[in-house]
């Protein structure tokens, strides 16, 4: 994501400018916009006219518009956001009300203002975005006879591309002719199909998984083959080709995959990585039963009060998909807890609920907490106290700090007297 210009206000208010530049983008669009924020983008209109001779005649216009949000739909597989909402801003071609919506297109810009202010969360998002050390991609392969997932694992997504699936005889005595011949067929067609899905120089490792033999198999199928075609693109990136062990050649067996010590070794850099590592660590901690490890929306909470997830190595783990809430005061209370953790000197990793550990940590309740000291008795306080925690739950967009981006500096803008502060 390109930052092409910002106006963000040390008090939250403003507009920022992005520009999506790979499919990646669009997924911190989509955890970026929310109901009733205003965004102005380009639009095609279905415009109809009465022309000279009375009759109506309907063309595709293109123009800009501004709508407030009301939903946003997000295709992963694709890569595509359409946003909805109302037209803000009539123009000559649309009047101000009439819904209207904008699919979001890579290289367009588009400008965002947020409808309750920019708190910390959007900040990082935008923070996130716009970093130009993001990227690293990871094709997985998990597999087994006759059977493949190809999947597409960026820094907050797990994509599946595509799906084969072939009947392969059984290897039997007097058949085993017939199973090599349908074992070559599959892997020839699951070796054209990755060709397609992977950019050798872009995709850091190519992950091969299966019970048994299956994935060293096509491994070396896919080098033979490569070889007599002498494929140039893939010959000098056999490195990138890792073989593990799965317990199936379904998608549920993708989860033990990334946690694999081949993977994580290779990886340790990348944030699903980082991600996997935490939530082992939690887990861990959780079967000791020493008191040290929470999860659960009351418990993290109390927690975070008591101090206990602070500096010395307390980590909140939280799932993005907590901030995507449409209720004001829910999402006011997630940044609130976010901020107060950080305040405390603590932790915090957004967990990618497009990620299997990001899964993991849904099944939690969306959130948890690795503390500094034990703590007892968290699921037993009074529930009148936490209610009250959460009406009284503020944004603190007021005191946010300014995003950087490794690029020119913009020009403060000189009207207003309220400080601008920089992304």
Same mark, same amino acid.
């Given at each position: 994501m390109r930052l092409i210009k910002q106006n963000i206000r040390k008090k939250g208010s403003g507009t920022v400018m992005l520009m999506p530049e790979v499919p990646e983008d669009m997924w911190h669009a989509y955890n970026l916009i929310r109901q009733n924020d205003i965004i102005t983008a380009p639009a095609i209109r279905r415009v109809k006219r009465e022309n000279a001779t009375g009759s109506t005649v309907t063309n595709r216009v293109h123009t800009t518009l501004q709508i407030v949000v009301t939903s946003v739909d997000f295709d992963a597989q694709a890569g595509q956001l359409h946003v909805s909402g109302k037209v803000a801003e009539e123009n000559e071609y649309v009047d101000a009300g009439q819904y209207h919506t904008l699919d979001l297109e890579l290289n367009r810009n588009f400008t965002?203002?947020?409808?309750? #202010?920019?708190?910390?969360?959007?900040?990082?998002?935008?923070?996130?975005?716009?970093?130009?050390? /993001? #990227?690293? =991609?990871?094709?997985?392969?998990?597999?087994?006879? +006759?059977?493949?997932?190809?999947?597409?694992?960026? $820094?907050?997504? *797990?994509?599946?591309?595509?799906?084969?699936? *072939?009947?392969?005889?059984?290897?039997?005595?007097?058949?085993?002719?017939?199973? !090599?011949? +349908?074992?070559?067929?599959?892997?020839?067609?699951?070796?054209?199909?990755?060709?397609?899905?992977?950019?050798? !120089?872009?995709? /850091?490792?190519?992950?091969?998984?299966?019970? #048994?033999?299956?994935a060293a198999s096509f491994q070396k199928f896919v080098f033979d083959t490569a070889s007599s075609s002498q494929n140039k693109a893939l010959l000098p990136n056999r490195e990138k080709f890792i073989v593990i062990h799965s317990s199936s050649g379904h998608l549920h067996a993708l989860n033990e995959v990334l946690k694999s010590p081949e993977v994580l070794a290779r990886l340790k850099d990348t944030k699903f990585a980082t991600e996997s590592r935490s939530i082992d660590e939690f887990h861990a901690l959780l079967r000791k039963d020493d008191g040290r490890a929470w999860y659960g929306p009351k418990e993290v909470t109390r927690a975070v009060e008591k101090g206990a997830v602070g500096r010395g190595g307390g980590l909140l783990l939280i799932s993005n998909q907590l901030f995507r809430s449409q209720e004001i005061a829910i999402r006011a209370r997630w940044v609130a807890l976010v901020d107060k953790v950080k305040e405390q000197g603590g932790e915090v990793r957004v967990f990618?609920?497009?990620? !299997?550990? +990001?899964?993991?940590?849904?099944?939690?309740?969306?959130?948890?907490?690795?503390?500094?000291?034990?703590?007892?008795?968290? @699921? $037993?306080?009074?529930? @009148? $106290?936490?209610?009250?925690? =959460?009406?009284?739950?503020?944004?603190?967009? +007021?005191?946010?700090?300014?995003?950087?981006?490794? *690029?020119?500096?913009?020009?403060d803008d000189p009207s207003g007297p309220d400080e601008q502060m920089r992304i």
């Open positions: 965002l203002e947020k409808s309750q #202010g920019w708190d910390s969360v959007s900040i990082d998002v935008v923070r996130e975005a716009i970093d130009p050390r /993001k #990227g690293a =991609e990871v094709v997985a392969v998990v597999m087994q006879d +006759g059977l493949a997932n190809i999947c597409l694992i960026t $820094e907050h997504q *797990t994509i599946l591309q595509q799906r084969l699936e *072939t009947t392969i005889p059984r290897k039997r005595q007097g058949r085993i002719a017939d199973h !090599e011949k +349908g074992l070559t067929k599959f892997f020839q067609t699951l070796y054209e199909t990755l060709l397609r899905h992977v950019d050798f !120089e872009v995709h /850091k490792a190519i992950l091969l998984a299966s019970p #048994g033999f299956t990618s609920s497009q990620h !299997e550990s +990001g899964k993991r940590l849904e099944g939690l309740g969306g959130i948890a907490a690795i503390l500094t000291f034990p703590l007892d008795d968290l @699921d $037993e306080g009074d529930d @009148d $106290e936490d209610d009250e925690a =959460e009406r009284n739950a503020e944004t603190s967009a +007021g005191d946010i700090e300014p995003i950087q981006q490794n *690029t020119a500096s913009l020009p």
